[in-house]
């Protein structure tokens, strides 16, 4: 079994927007908009000349802007609290200082894979929350395959479990798509995809 809690990998920072060193700010969603899914849900990443450079989640982005990392750009209706104050859930936030972005591939991690796979099994074609995904080596490493963006991929539980330490083909499954590395490129592919659930990120994708 090809499970991506063995796969060796370590996540790395990502654009300079990880941990914020500081003290923890506890955040609460406001009592209509208490699901879970609300911390989790997607919010776009503009550097600070408005150029889109990544996507986090909505807890990571509130932390950016109670730090003054970051500044909100567009919000959602839903409220947060933290200890002292609420705060409107943004969908675009804004760093305050310029990063410079190395036009590099991505670091290769669990979390990069997932998302480049856009949360989706690239066996079943389902879409699955990132709790319910594993990564699995298209090349079994008992026989040679390596952790790479080319031989990982996204992929729920019960496909792994079928597939165990064979082929794709060896085990009936067919891949949704040729896997590769996560490229600038393919990180603004998929923000314009997302930007059609959300129609305050379109403007900063030039649509």
């Given at each position: ?6 796969s060796g ?35 776009l990443v ?101 952790s790479s ?59």
């Amino acid at each position: 079994m090809e499970n991506g809690t063995k796969s060796g990998l370590r996540p790395r920072p990502n654009l300079g927007l990880g941990r914020v060193v500081g003290d923890p700010v506890q955040l609460k969603p406001s009592a209509p908009q208490s699901r879970p899914s609300l911390m989790q849900a997607p919010v776009l990443v503009l550097n600070a000349t408005f150029e889109p450079i990544n996507v986090t989640a909505v807890r990571r982005a509130l932390v950016l802007v109670l730090k003054g990392v970051a500044q909100a750009e567009e919000s959602h209706h839903a409220e947060v609290h933290s200890t002292s104050k609420s705060v409107l859930v943004p969908s675009v936030i804004r760093l305050v200082a310029y990063r410079h972005i190395p036009q590099q591939s991505r670091a290769l991690s669990r979390k990069n894979i997932l998302l480049r796979d856009r949360n989706t099994c690239q066996f079943c074609g389902q879409a699955f929350p990132a709790s319910e995904l594993t990564l699995d080596h298209v090349m079994p490493r008992s026989r040679g395959g390596r952790s790479s963006w080319e031989n990982l991929v996204a992929c729920c539980y019960s496909c792994n479990n079928h597939k165990g330490d064979r082929t794709p083909e060896e085990a009936g499954l067919k891949l949704q798509r040729r896997p590769r590395p996560f490229t600038l490129h393919t990180s603004r592919q998929l923000m314009r995809l997302m930007g059609h659930r959300d129609e305050k990120w379109r403007k900063y994708l030039f649509y």
